[in-house]
DNA sequence: ATTCCAACCTGATAGC
DNA sequence: TGCTATCAGGTTGGAA
């Protein structure tokens, strides 16, 4: 699911939450793929702790605790970090949301996919994590400690130049996308964004990177920050399951001019919008805009 | 060294 | 209606 701008919508919303409230209880599920710390252990070291910063690098959220210690937490495809108080149909199961009345709203009401909750000392709402694929992450850093998840991150994708992807794609057969995709180059563009960013930029998701030029690198590099900014604006892409914090929908996706339009027209030109596969990832493009 | 691709999971939906 | 195949905002690790 989630994006650079989909982690900062929720970084931001969620801090006010989590900043400076006192953990009384964690309740995790059982130990799995996305604990990357055993759930018993992050139960027994966040019981009684502070979170008194919430950072981002790239897609990954960072919660730094008083204890020194650093909760590191990835949405990975279809996590979502939110408020006891968030209502959304998004955080439903689709058979509960047909058994709905239209128009009704319901308090969440954790799941089997409710993997971690904090409940806090002043009796306020709780923070849920919930991830129904579980490519999400939890792990907890010692003080000091650095992890190579985090230490092969390249420079946020919001702060990317044209000189370091032009840098970056000489003599690199691989399509331009794949190299947008990779994480080590710069951090927090995924399967949205690179298609949009190229889209704006016209140059195709395909094209080798090692053929881009100089000047071409400097548009892609200028369109991944303006629609990443844009899209943080509208509160990120509500496509599937991304809800934000507090329960509201983004609104990028009224915004996208290529991602999930196959078949449909061109905004710029009319033609219409093409799909295939590129660096094991669906993609989308306009044959004529994008060359 | 670079590129490719299966694996990690579950659910929604398109197609027969 | 019901079953099966395919696809999904991600990342890693190991094979080619």
Redesign the pocket.
């Known amino acids: ?3 650079l701008p ?1 982690v900062e919508v929720t970084r931001r919303r969620i801090e006010p939450h989590l900043v400076g409230r006192r953990i009384r209880t964690v309740r995790t599920t059982a130990a ?2 996305l604990f990357m710390t055993p759930p018993e252990t992050l139960r027994r070291r966040l019981r009684g702790r502070t979170t008194t910063a919430l950072g981002r690098l ?3 959220l960072i919660a730094e605790l008083d204890d020194r210690r650093r909760l590191v937490i ?5 996590g979502q970090l939110f408020s006891q108080t968030a209502s959304s149909l ?1 955080l ?4 509960t ?1 047909q058994a709905l009345a239209p128009e009704e709203q319901v308090d969440f009401r954790p799941d ?2 409710t993997h971690f909750r904090l409940a806090f000392d002043d009796d306020g709402p709780g923070v849920y994590f919930r991830d ?4 999400g ?1 939890l792990l907890l850093l010692e003080p000091d400690e650095r992890h ?2 985090l230490e ?1 991150l390249g420079p946020d994708a919001l702060e990317v130049h044209g000189e370091l992807i032009f840098r970056a794609s000489r ?5 331009i996308k ?1 190299l947008l ?1 990779d ?2 180059l710069l ?6 964004y ?1 298609d949009e960013a190229l889209f704006l930029s016209g140059v195709r998701p395909g094209r ?2 090692e053929r881009l030029t100089h000047r071409e690198c400097d548009l892609l590099a200028e369109a991944v920050r303006r629609v990443l900014r844009r899209s943080i604006e509208t509160g ?8 934000a914090p507090d329960g509201r929908d ?1 609104a990028y ?1 009224f915004e996208r001019h290529v ?2 339009r196959e078949g449909e027209a061109c905004f710029a030109c009319g033609s219409a919008v093409r ?1 295939r ?1 590129i ?4 993609t989308h493009y306009c044959p004529t805009c994008q060359k």
Do not use: W
Not at 74 to 78: N, Q, V
Not at 236 to 243: A, E, L, T, W
């Open positions: 699911m989630p994006e989909e799995s793929y790239g897609k990954y990835h949405l990975g495809m279809t998004r439903l199961a689709a058979s949301r089997a996919h129904v694929r579980k490519f992450k190579p998840r092969r003599k690199r057969r691989v399509p794949q995709l994480q080590s951090a927090g563009v995924g399967n949205i690179a080798r990177a990120g892409s509500s496509i599937r399951d991304y809800v983004g996706q991602y999930a799909k596969v660096a094991q990832r669906g």
